[in-house]
Antibody, heavy 121, light 107 residues
Framework: EVQLLESGGGLVQPGGSLRLSCAASGFTFSSYAMSWVRQAPGKGLEWVSAMSISGGSTYYADSVKGRFTISRDNSKNTLWLQMNSLRAEDTAVYYC??????????????WGQGTLVTVSS | DIQMTQSPSSLSASVGDRVTITCRASQGISNSLAWHQQKPGKVPKLLIYAASTLQSGVPSRFSGSGSGTDFTLTITSLQPEDVATYYCQKYNSAPYTFGQGTKLEIK
């Protein structure tokens, strides 16, 4: 059974940093591309970042480019999202999502439970 | 970047009704289109990929169609458990943009 367990969310002041983790199990992590998606309170889904199976290719939404960094360790079955220079508008539930293959052209087939990030003074 | 536009933004229908939600891409994306369902307070769940392929375990009353720029999600006989917000998403290349969502309620 595919499981994605996010952690690391919490309350942080504007301008602060936070590192989210996604622990994956139930599939061969190193064979699948991964992504982060967020959802602000009462709002829709917003794709944030994606990473290839090797980590050699990374992609970011314009809203987070230069501030967020996605990374992975295939030996630890873990995906991370380093979030710097946080703003109030980054407040959201952050979901880790598994992709259907290692291709950049793969759909999002499983979602984690999400972790809440609140940026406020 | 390609924009994804869903219509309507909200929809109220009766149990047993046929419901249709549309999604339009600002440029062609072939059939690289997925539909996700998010029930109130729950995690999103994949319903359909490749525009028309049902994810395993999804009831057959759900179906998808379209290619290029215009796509449709259809529920043939609405059930109470289908109350949710539905999102389309392109996945042919980054950015993997979602539509703004369609909130479906029971009348």
């Amino acid at each position: 059974e595919v499981q994605l367990l996010e952690s690391g969310g919490g309350l942080v002041q504007p301008g602060g940093s936070l590192r989210l983790s996604c622990a994956a199990s139930g599939f061969t992590f190193s064979s699948y591309a991964m992504s982060w998606v967020r959802q602000a309170p009462g709002k829709g889904l917003e794709w944030v970042s994606a990473m290839s199976i090797s980590g050699g290719s990374t992609y970011y939404a314009d809203s987070v480019k230069g501030r967020f960094t996605i990374s992975r360790d295939n030996s630890k079955n873990t995906l991370w999202l380093q979030m710097n220079s946080l703003r109030a508008e980054d407040t959201a539930v952050y979901y880790c999502a598994k992709r259907s293959s290692g291709s950049y052209m793969s759909y999002f087939d499983y979602w984690g439970q999400g972790t809440l990030v609140t940026v406020s003074s | 970047d390609i924009q994804m536009t869903q219509s309507p933004s909200s929809l109220s229908a009766s149990v047993g009704d046929r419901v249709t939600i549309t999604c339009r891409a600002s440029q062609g994306i072939s059939n690289s289109l997925a539909w996700h369902q998010q029930k109130p307070g729950k995690v999103p769940k994949l319903l359909i990929y490749a525009a028309s392929t049902l994810q395993s375990g999804v009831p057959s009353r759900f179906s998808g169609s379209g290619s290029g720029t215009d796509f449709t999600l259809t529920i043939t006989s609405l059930q109470p458990e289908d109350v949710a917000t539905y999102y389309c998403q392109k996945y042919n290349s980054a950015p993997y943009t979602f539509g703004q969502g369609t909130k479906l309620e029971i009348k």
